[in-house]
């Protein structure tokens, strides 16, 4: 017989019989034979199997290129760079203080070695950002190569697609984009709710560093303490930073020490010096705990021995209070605690940021867990401003700070990690537990830990060692 065709014919030949006989079928091949009055004919296809061998292969592929292109990569580049864009501006700074400086050489060689180490730093920075930005550019090449094959065995799988699956679902998608599009047309009304913290910067996305450690001017004297700078300083007092050290059983202050550079706080050369608070410790009005922060000027911290935060003005030499509300806990009542420890005298944790200052504090009332209220100043005095309660119990934290209006707390992972774990969003009410973004610790303890909207640096105080991280936002 002459095949006019590539198909198979499955023809299944039944013999009617009035008994109820089992019918007897059999498989022939035919080609142009007509089919009976009691012939049934099937055609089937020679299709070719579904390749998920390469299906498989293909999801594979996307899943490494999505492991290998990762925003942790691009943010490290960007850490670099911030790190470049702090240390050229202090590098220029303090070589133009060695150029003016007429103090008869005593000061010259500290400073030359001050400007060698960060001519040191700057250039391991440099090999690092080369080294880098190499890795980066080989592997855009590879992705982009890895992308041009996807795209190829995705065009091929979609030739599979006979019930016309794919075709329909992108027919849907860009049906659903010019609807967006037409929708977006009409007039809507704006959102009721502020932005993700009203900053400026964009949404806090890593920490890195970091950038500063030193023992500063007593190595080892003083295990609890803070510092940092002013977020709204005085006018020719930009560059200054303060320290305050806890001086008797980790638990009193009685001055603010403060330094006219970084380089000054690095290298301990203390200008202007103490401003001193009260002649004798303790005493009222004297510091308690390290919980400590600088805020236009005037330095905010715990009272001694009650549940209010004092406001000690370093022009004039005054001191106002502000009583926190009835059931505050203090006087080591509630802690900030480690994995194998808790910090004394930490109840009451002052904060800055771009909007002033912050009291973080825990309450009978609230079962332990975090209030968070704004400390006004007026001409009243201070004055506790709106409050924030939330659901995280204190004692489950080793430190807080504020960013742009957002509260966040961190937690111990180790001796060497420390990780910023839960974030309340003071414009929006929002609560996260798993803000998930880790730092390297110099050392086991961070006792304080405040933010720095002037350059958005984290200062932290551990056992005795003043350290500094860069926080890196969305913009």
Known sequence: MELKTLSVRIVLECTMKSSLLLSLCALVTVSQQSPTRDTCECELSNAQPFPYDKLNTTQKSVADCNNNVSPQKTLDLESLLLG?????????????????????GV???????????????????????????????????????????????????????????????????????????????????????????????????NVSG?????????????????????????????????????????????????????????????????????????TTNTVQGPNVVMYAGALYYNCYNVDSVCRFNLTSRTVTTLQLPKG??????????????????????????????????????DHGNLVLSRVEHGPEGLQLGQTWRTSLFKQATTNTFMACGVLYATRSVSKETEEIFYSYDTATGQEKFNVGIFFQKMLPNIYSLNYSPVDQMLHSYADANMVSYKVVFEY
Not at 137 to 142: D, F, Y
Not at 336 to 355: G, K, M, N, Q, V
């Open 84 to 104: 470049l864009e702090r240390r050229l501006p202090q590098l220029e700074e303090d070589m133009s203080e060695l150029e003016q400086d007429d103090d008869g």
């Open 107 to 205: 000061y010259g060689v500290l400073a030359l070695h001050v400007i060698e180490n960060e001519l040191t730093e700057i250039r391991l920075l440099m090999e690092r950002l080369n080294v880098t930005t190499a890795t980066h550019r080989q592997q855009a090449q590879i992705t982009t190569q890895q992308i041009s094959a996807i795209r190829a065995e995705l065009q091929q799988l979609e030739a599979y697609d006979t019930l016309q699956v794919v075709k329909r679902d992108q027919t849907n998608q860009r049906l659903k984009r010019d609807l967006d599009q037409c929708r977006n047309r009409q007039p809507i009304a704006p959102s009721t709710l502020p932005p993700y913290g009203a900053c400026p910067h964009g949404r806090f996305q």
């Open 210 to 282: 970091p950038r500063i450690f030193t023992a500063g001017e007593y190595p080892g004297s003083f295990k609890y303490g803070a510092w940092g700078q002013d977020p709204k300083p005085e006018k020719g007092k930009e560059d200054w930073y303060w320290y305050v050290p806890l001086t008797s059983s980790n638990r009193f202050a009685h001055y603010v020490r403060q330094y006219s550079t970084l380089s000054s706080l690095v290298v301990g050369i203390s200008v202007p010096g103490n401003v001193m608070i009260h002649a004798s410790n303790p």
């Open 328 to 365: 505050t806990r203090f006087n080591s009542k509630s802690n900030f605690c480690s994995l194998d420890e808790c910090f004394p005298f930490t109840d009451l944790d002052l904060a800055t940021d771009e909007s002033g200052v912050w009291v973080i504090y825990t309450t009978n009332q």
